[in-house]
Nanobody
Framework: VQLQASGGGLVQAGEFLRLSCAASGRFFRINDMGWYRQAPGKQRELVAGISSGGITNYVDYVKGRFTISRDNAKNTVYLQMDSLKPEDTAVYYC??????????????WGQGTQVTVSS
């Protein structure tokens, strides 16, 4: 099972980016999915999460600016990031809890995609 993230880049403050992360491989179903970020010198932190049923949660400082969504048919999670700020600069990682079969549930990480916001 692999998670492939894409969509990062360099933008100016106030602009937007959309991140995507697709799961591939053999598995039974995907449970919770999420996006984390890690800025230089800081710990990785949860930005937004979404359950298999579509219930979402966000860290306070992205509420109203970021939107997480998922397409279960495509095994893909998205993060729409609007009104970007320089402090949003970080490497963004997708994360998924995946049930492989009746017995095994594992957590997987994407490779990370760089988001840089200039002032």
């Amino acid at each position: 099972v692999q998670l492939q993230a894409s969509g990062g880049g360099l933008v100016q403050a106030g602009e937007f980016l959309r991140l995507s992360c697709a799961a591939s491989g053999r598995f039974f179903r995907i449970n919770d999915m999420g996006w984390y970020r890690q800025a230089p010198g800081k710990q990785r932190e949860l930005v937004a999460g979404i359950s298999s049923g579509g219930i979402t949660n966000y860290v306070d400082y992205v509420k109203g600016r970021f939107t997480i969504s998922r397409d279960n048919a495509k095994n893909t999670v998205y993060l729409q990031m609007d009104s970007l700020k320089p402090e949003d600069t970080a490497v963004y990682y997708c994360n998924a809890q995946i049930r492989l079969n009746s017995y095994n549930v594992n957590v997987y990480w994407g490779q990370g995609t760089q988001v840089t916001v200039s002032s």
